[in-house]
């Protein structure tokens, strides 16, 4: 026989004065990759599905991002994420750079 | 320079004996080392990028450095690239060293192009004619092709 369940009771959310709710992403790094005139295009998607992990069809997104537009953000990371990536990257010989995304 | 076998997952290329002497002196002339590499960032203004930037260069070149001694030390090593009739060689590499012998090659051919003041040539940019800046073309031509070759094999079974 159904039988009738309290609801259990919630209690009301605290609200401290003085915080919000967060609305932004946290501050984070973007790993940017910048056209330069001596990459091979072949090299460059290598590059990208290398370190990356991404497959052919991404990498080459990218690679002509970085190409028709002069630079493709790659990802966002913390800063020593962001770090070991743009080491990755330069030890590939491609112009790579972190920029702060605060958006 | 071609692939002649995947085995367990080593990599086996043939080298001619001028590909190898070829390669050596490519991975000779890149221990002149680059004389440029990117900035860890281009912004100005933010002071975590900036405090991290010295030691970030400083690992940059020790990492360009490393990848071009050992790729040199594969190529001398006879347990590694074995000499076979004819003078042509049999160059044994995981996956892994392969990309390192990538990364040395292109740091070559990139070397030669920045010793050539970083032309565009698509752009229209031209060079003076000089037997200075011809070793530096014919470096980055044969550099290409070795880096070519490098793909091909990398990506074989794609």
Redesign the interface.
Known sequence: MPTTVEPPTVPAPVVTPGESTRTTRDPG?LVVC?ND????M??VT?VFQ?VFGWD?RKAERHMLEVHNQGRSVLVRES?EEA?VH??KL???????????DDA | MNLLSRDGGRLVFHLTRREHYLLRVLLRLARRG?RT???????VD?P??AA?AEA?AA??VA??DR?RSEAEAWLKDPRRCIRGRGGSFGLTLTPSET?TL??AI??A??GA?ESLG??????GERIQADPTNLRAVVTMGLA?QF??EL?RA??ET?
């Open positions: 790094y910048w005139p001596v990459n091979l072949p090299y290598h290398t052919r800063l770090q743009v080491h330069q030890g590939y010989s491609l112009q790579a750079t972190l920029e702060r | 680059r590499h990117a900035p860890l960032s281009r912004a933010d975590l990028a991290a970030f690992g940059i990492h360009h990848t990309e990538l990364q292109n740091a051919r990139v192009w970083s032309p565009d040539f698509e752009m290409e880096v070519g793909l990398l990506h794609d």
